[in-house]
């Protein structure tokens, strides 16, 4: 008792472990933060898969709502193609059945037609031969000998010449109608026989086959069981920022590519804006559509950005994906400009389905465009790791523009590769053809045609900045340095326009060059410096 009035024996309530109080609380104050921090931290990440959790049955849950509609409006128009089939079907019976009885009308009158020929022939010859037989019977009582032998030589030419001597005493038509009769036995048993038709079987996606490589999709499938009347197949693709099952609720619609005979397909030619693409195939008969296949999701990484207007000198005219120079010093770029910084900004989205192809904050602003004779823009995301691909090309009859990478802090008044905060690929086509790497305001020309449109590969954390023929990957120039802070794509075109590419992967090609070479293969064409 003296204990418990004491304070001891007793637990202190906060203590992890069986600690008791000795008057006061042994256990250091530290440790109950140090105890809730990671106590935090475990309902954190409680919360965040029973949120993951939730949306999964959430999603689970309007796919079985739009699954069991289907299947009543599908139930409906099953039910409307069977009436239309067999109506089609007992209208296929009654024409079978009209020309039929058409047909066996058409025999009958034409034997009664034949028949009561021959009968009216053969009763004109009946009246013919019974009028020179009383004719014959009155001659032999005819006592005159000249009479006698005239009638009789009549009688015996008139024999000769009877119908009734000439007349074939068969019938030309015979009553046997056999012929129309039908035996619908094998057919009945056909129509007992008639069943839905044979559906093909979902085939199987093999994951393991598919590949996502130089802005391409192949996928693969097999069938899981032979079936050899499979005539083609149906492969269904969209894009999606989600990396699980497809939603039913997915702003994109599905692109359709039908008729593929082989059990592989490369889609080509993507650009890659979202995180990932759902893909699903489907076989199909002569006949019908059979079901889709359990569809899958292939990661599709690669490097999105625009043209970021808020930092354009005033004489360039600012699109997403195009810039151009604009002499009467860019007019109603600020309401652009504007509206493009209150892009998205209208609500606040739920933690859990957070989309994650926000671009990065710009990394500069409005009130400090580029200006004077530094007519640059730069594009809206930061890359402060990883390797990154992107390409532009010139519009027809651009006087002079550069190509590169800058780091944020570049001043307004700086032109590119004229400091050694940035590292450019220069072009210029005014009075005479001039192609330059330049940086730190050093240049290095090259001796080589200026590509139609030029790639832009820059490896951050290898601190290379290289730059290729797009169409051959023929490189061009590379820039060895070590970084020290993010970099942002940058441009500069005067009296032209560039067109710009984003959503690429890095190349296979390249990969396999910078694997090889470092990056610096043509090095007699590289500025090698260090990142001030």
């Known amino acids: 008792?003296?204990?418990?009035?004491?304070?001891?024996?007793?637990?202190?309530?906060k203590c992890p472990g069986p600690r008791r109080l000795l008057g006061r609380c042994q256990w250091p104050s530290g440790v109950f933060i140090a105890s809730m921090d990671s106590q935090r931290e475990a309902l954190q990440r409680i919360i965040t898969t029973l949120a993951n959790?939730?949306?999964?049955?959430?999603?689970?849950?309007?796919?079985?709502?739009?699954?069991?509609?289907?299947?009543q409006v599908n139930t409906t128009k099953v039910m409307i193609d069977l009436e239309e089939e067999f109506g089609v079907l007992q209208a296929t019976l009654d024409d079978m059945k009209a020309s039929m009885v058409n047909k066996v009308k058409q025999e009958q009158e034409y034997k009664s037609q034949e028949l009561q020929n021959q009968l009216t022939i053969c009763n004109n010859a009946l009246e013919g031969s019974e009028e020179l037989l009383e004719y014959a019977n009155r001659t032999l009582s005819?006592?005159?000998?000249?009479?006698?032998?005239?009638?009789?030589?009549?009688?015996k030419d008139r024999v000769t010449m009877a119908p009734a001597f000439r007349l074939s005493l068969k019938p030309k038509i015979s009553d046997n109608m056999t012929h129309l009769m039908v035996d619908f036995s094998q057919e009945k048993q056909m129509l007992r026989s008639l069943k839905f038709l044979p559906v093909p079987r979902a085939p199987e996606i093999e994951p393991a086959d598919c590949l996502v490589s130089d802005n391409c999709a192949t996928v693969a499938w097999r069938m899981p069981e032979e079936d050899n009347k499979i005539d083609h197949y149906i492969l269904e693709y969209r894009k999606t920022n989600y990396e699980g099952p497809p939603r039913v609720k997915e702003e994109r619609n599905w692109d359709i590519i039908d008729d593929i005979k082989d059990s592989e397909y490369t889609l080509t030619g993507l650009k890659f804006e979202s995180k990932y693409m759902n893909f699903r195939v489907r076989a199909c008969n002569k006949a019908v559509a059979g079901d889709y296949s359990e569809p899958i999701t292939l990661?599709?990484?690669?490097?999105?950005?625009?043209f970021d207007g808020t930092t354009s000198h005033q004489n360039l005219k600012v699109d997403d994906f195009s810039v151009e120079w604009d002499s009467s010093g860019g007019k109603g770029q600020e309401s652009k400009i504007k509206g493009k910084e209150n892009k998205g900004r209208s609500g606040t989205p739920s933690p859990k389905r957070t989309s994650v192809s926000c671009r990065p904050t710009s990394a500069r602003s409005n009130r400090d465009r580029f200006t004077g004779e530094s007519y640059t823009v730069l594009g809206d995301a930061v890359i402060e790791s990883g390797?990154?691909?992107?390409?532009?090309?010139?519009?027809k009859d651009c006087k002079s523009y550069s190509i590169g990478v800058s780091y944020r802090n570049l001043g307004k008044f700086d032109q590119l590769g004229k400091t050694v905060t940035s590292w450019c690929v220069h072009?210029?086509?005014?009075?005479?053809?001039?192609?330059?790497?330049?940086?730190?305001?050093?240049?290095?020309?090259?001796?080589?045609?200026?590509?139609?449109?030029?790639?832009?590969?820059?490896?951050?954390?290898?601190g290379h900045i290289s730059f290729y023929n797009a169409?051959?990957?023929?490189?061009?120039?590379t820039f060895k340095t070590k970084f020290a802070q993010p970099v942002i794509p940058a441009f500069m075109v005067w009296c032209g326009g560039l067109n710009l590419y984003t959503g690429l992967?890095?190349?296979?090609?390249?990969?396999?060059?910078?694997?090889?070479?470092?990056?610096?293969?043509?090095?007699?064409?590289?500025?090698?410096?260090?990142?001030?």
Not at 1 to 13: L, N, S
Not at 142 to 155: L, N, R, S, V, Y
Not at 299 to 306: L, V, Y
């Open 505 to 532: 992967q890095v190349p296979s090609a390249i990969k396999s060059f910078q694997k090889g070479d470092g990056g610096l293969g043509g090095s007699e064409n590289s500025l090698i410096g260090l990142a001030q």
């Open 471 to 477: 169409d051959t990957k023929q490189l061009l120039h």
């Open 387 to 395: 390797q990154h691909y992107w390409e532009v090309k010139s519009q």
């Open 427 to 462: 072009i210029n086509n005014w009075l005479q053809t001039s192609f330059a790497a330049k940086h730190n305001n050093k240049a290095k020309f090259m001796d080589t045609q200026v590509p139609d449109k030029i790639g832009v590969y820059c490896d951050y954390d290898g």
């Open 142 to 155: 005819t006592a005159d000998p000249e009479a006698f032998t005239k009638a009789a030589k009549q009688i």
């Open 53 to 71: 959790k939730d949306d999964e049955i959430q999603n689970f849950i309007e796919t079985l709502n739009h699954t069991l509609k289907n299947v």
């Open 299 to 306: 990661e599709t990484k690669g490097f999105n950005f625009s």
């Open 1 to 13: 008792a003296r204990a418990d009035r004491q304070g001891r024996g007793r637990d202190c309530g």
